[in-house]
């Protein structure tokens, strides 16, 4: 099995995690009427923040680990720490990393999020305020 088609399989299921975790999400706040400011006020579910204020997290997100992973993975890659049989990868690399070594970037930014929207929130107790 090649590289790509793993991360193929893992990226599916961390796009039908981050599907359910999105829809949950909105039935949630539809149910609740929550209402939700850029600040992220509001009550319940729709404390998180707003769509648009996600969407820029994740965003942000994306691109700092794609930066940090670049950097990473080619030194690893460069020292030998890690290696890759070519007869598994695409051929396409950024520096001397596979392509294929980034998907884990791409399915952290899916999943982790996905997960946050599906762990209830605890609301603080007027005791422990």
Do not use: C, K
Request: aromatic share 6%; charged share 15%; no cysteine.
């Amino acid at each position: 099995m090649s590289y790509g088609v793993l991360n193929a399989i893992f990226l599916a299921v961390a796009l039908v995690v981050a599907i359910v975790a999105g829809v949950a999400h909105h039935r949630r706040r539809r149910r609740h009427g929550d209402t939700v400011t850029g600040s992220g006020a509001g009550t319940g579910a729709g404390t998180r923040g707003s769509t648009g204020t996600r969407l820029v997290a994740l965003l942000i997100t994306a691109a700092v680990l794609f930066v940090v992973s670049a950097v990473f993975d080619n030194v690893m890659i460069g020292i030998g720490l890690v290696g890759y049989n070519r007869d598994l990868i695409s051929g396409a690399f950024l520096g001397i990393a596979p392509l294929e070594d980034f998907a884990y970037v791409i399915g952290a930014v899916l999943l982790l999020p996905a997960v946050w929207l599906l762990v209830p929130a605890r609301r603080q107790s007027e005791g422990s305020r």
